[in-house]
Nanobody, 124 residues
Framework: QVQLVESGGGLVQPGGSLRLSCAAS????????MGWYRQAPGEQRELVAS???????RYADSVKGRVTISRDNAKNTVYLQMNSLKPEDTAVYYC??????????????????WGQGTQVTVSS
């Protein structure tokens, strides 16, 4: 079973920065695309940024120029560096990944797990 564990959320003042991390663990063969999503109260979950295994990135228009997604393939970890944070960035941030893993019986498994979420609050 593959698990994603996020860290790095918290309370920050407008204009501040935060770095989120998300590590995948389990019987992983390969992690393909990884991404960060967020969900504000009363809103739908939305994509913030994603990155493929070869480093191609995609960003939501609302965060372009303020956010950088990166990954360490050796550690199966994805990062989200957020700068110039605004109150409207306040949300629970979730990590997601496309994972190929191996079952105890040795067969290939494909899954799309989510992390538990980490709260980011931007407020003075």
């Amino acid at each position: 079973q593959v698990q994603l564990v996020e860290s790095g959320g918290g309370l920050v003042q407008p204009g501040g920065s935060l770095r989120l991390s998300c590590a995948a663990s389990g019987s992983i063969v390969r992690v393909n695309s990884m991404g960060w999503y967020r969900q504000a109260p009363g809103e739908q979950r939305e994509l913030v940024a994603s990155i493929t295994s070869d480093g191609s990135t995609r960003y939501a228009d609302s965060v372009k120029g303020r956010v950088t997604i990166s990954r360490d393939n050796a550690k199966n970890t994805v990062y989200l560096q957020m700068n110039s944070l605004k109150p409207e960035d306040t949300a629970v941030y979730y990590c997601n990944a496309e994972v190929k893993s191996r079952s105890p019986a040795g067969s290939d498994l494909y899954s799309n797990p989510w992390g538990q979420g980490t709260q980011v609050t931007v407020s003075s």
